[in-house]
Structures are given as C-alpha cells and as structure tokens.
C-alpha cells in the first residue's frame, strides 16, 4: 500500500521520522524538563492507544512517544493538546501539536527548587525563553545550569547559561572558622584567603559558583539578592568540529542574556548559507565563516549590559578538528 508522506510537514510538527516507513514518533518537549506529575499519565495513554507502548526519554529531557503511524497524526495532536497547555507552550493553533522543531527543547538541571549549590530557578528561566524563541524553525540549542558544577553541560550548547552569585559577606557573623576559604580550596577556584581575620575574595578569580556559602556554618557569607549569569556560547557536539562553549559574558543578568538570544536568530537569518541542508545551520558554522567581530555587532544590538558585566572582547575556539 502507499503512503505519501510529507516528511517537511512531520518534522515541522515535532514528529521524528523512522527507519520504518509510515511510522514514527511524536516528540514532546518540556521546558526546563519539570513538569507536572499529570503529563506522565497522559502520554501513557498516547504511546499505548497510538503507539506500541514505548517512550524515550530524550536526551533533552522530553519524550518520544514510538510507534506512531502518521495517519494517526491529528488524532494524536488533539491528544496532545492538554499537554501543550499544562506545559504552557506557545502555540498558534490549537490542536495543531507541537509547533516547530529547529529550536531544541530548552534544558535545564533540578536548579534551586532542590539543589543547594543551584544560583537560580533553572526551570523558570527555560520557561521564560521559551516564550521568546518558539515557535522557530532554525536550528538553536540553549541549556540552563544553576551553577559552576554544569550538570546541564551547558556548554555542550549554543547557550549556555551558568548560574553565579556575588558572595556577600558580613564580618560581623565571621568566626574565622575558614570553612569556606578550606571549601573554595577544594570544591572551586580557591578564590578565598584570610587577611586580619576577615576572609578577602579574590574578584577576578572569583567564578561565583557559591560553595563558599553553603560551607559557611554562621551565613557570614551569603547570596546576592541580585541574580547573576555566566554566558557561553556555542559549544556543540557533530561530525566536523565538537567544542566547548566558551565564556562571552560574565556576571550578566536574564534581559541582557535574552536580547542576545533574540538578536542571534537575527545574524542568523541575514547569514545562514542558501544552501544549508533542510535549511539549518550550526550557528557556531555560521560565525567561523563570517567572524566573531559581526557575530558580536549582530548580538549586542540595544542590549544595556550591567555595569559589573565583563564582555570577552573576541573569542577563539578550540576543539577537535574531523574536517581538516
């Protein structure tokens, strides 16, 4: 029997292609990859009256329900769609599914909603951004990690977005106890040192990751109410050249980090190859072809950076080389 299938159309509307012709797999994203315990319910219903019963649980943290015979596809939208709304997705028509699929899913660590080492709610600022970038066909990956330790491997991302705090610290509560000094030493950059009794943070050392303050046995050292964020951008894994993200902002705030985002899709559009296959192209590809110094005059348009906010003025990528 025949089957036409409009592979453009699938993948538009979130559904992976298989080896198998005819079937696939409606993929579910998450933002921040915390959700209701109710979605769960739900797409057991879908993967068992739709699919054959199975579910991935996708590297950036949403599902893929398997089995899906795409004939099934607008039945299955409708199924989604309580999903859609709980998870507050962005969303031009209802029961249409899900919307785009260039941009990936944002993903995130637990953050502060448990860890203690976390700087910030990773989960509401994966669900800020993903109010701004979707829906959106190019092909972007951002991940939120609440601190230093990246458990979210942000930098393994065109965003990446590490959470910092600016340790505030009272001498009056300070008991020389050295715990955090002893702490910084081990678990960071050894930023720390005793000078009179009174502990002295090395501010260019300083990488804001807050261990000091969860050694700190009397809150002498604490976090800063102002929210702080490291920004490195476009790390990537692939066939040609994997790298790290590496640092463009430090000690930036959630607009500035957003404007940027935005404005990325921007140089992306004005310098994507007219030949990019199925019309996607690693953003970091993009800027090794054009240069850093346009990426940065694209990126930086009308964003007010905090006066603490340090800019690395020009970056130079390493990693492994397959295309040489």
């Known amino acids: 029997m025949g089957l036409d299938v409009n592979t453009k159309k699938l993948k538009k509307n979130a559904y992976r292609v298989s080896k198998e012709r005819g079937i696939g797999a409606s993929r579910i994203r998450v933002p921040g990859g915390y959700l209701d315990a109710r979605v769960l319910g ?10 054959n019963g199975f579910v991935h649980l996708t590297t950036r943290q949403g599902f893929e329900i ?106 009056n509560r300070c008991v020389n106890c050295q715990a955090c000094v002893k702490g910084c030493k081990s678990l960071s950059v050894g930023a720390l040192r005793v000078e009179n009794y009174k502990i002295v943070r090395d501010e260019e050392k300083c990488i804001g990751c807050g261990v000091c303050v969860t050694k700190c046995p009397t809150r002498a050292l604490t976090r800063s109410k102002k929210k702080y964020y ?13 790298r790290l993200g590496e640092d463009f902002l430090i000690w930036t705030d959630e607009e500035s980090i957003i404007k ?27 800027i090794d072809r054009v240069g850093f110094e346009e990426f940065k005059k694209w990126v930086l348009k009308d964003v007010n950076l905090l006066p603490e906010t340090k800019i690395k003025e020009c970056i130079y990528w390493n990693g492994i080389h397959f295309d040489r």
């Open 230 to 242: 490291k920004l490195a951008i476009m790390g990537r894994t692939g066939k040609k050249n994997p």
């Open 42 to 51: 739900m797409v057991q219903e879908i993967a068992e009256e739709y699919g």
């Open 66 to 171: 398997e089995g899906i015979h795409f004939e099934d596809m607008d039945a299955i939208n409708e199924k989604l769609q309580p999903i859609i709304e709980i998870l507050e997705i962005n969303q031009e028509d209802k029961n249409s599914g899900y919307p785009a699929s260039g941009t990936r899913n944002i993903s995130a660590c637990i953050g502060n909603n448990v860890c203690p080492f976390a700087n910030y709610n990773t989960a509401n600022l994966a669900k800020k951004i993903e109010k701004e970038i979707f829906p959106n066909d190019l092909h972007f990956k951002v991940a939120c990690t609440g601190c230093s330790n990246d458990c979210a491997k942000a930098r393994m991302h065109d965003f990446g977005i590490i959470g910092m705090t600016m340790p505030q610290y009272d001498p």
């Open 260 to 286: 940027i985002i935005l404005n990325t899709y921007e140089f992306v559009k004005e310098h994507i190859s007219p030949n990019a296959p199925g019309g996607k192209e690693h953003i970091g590809y993009i």
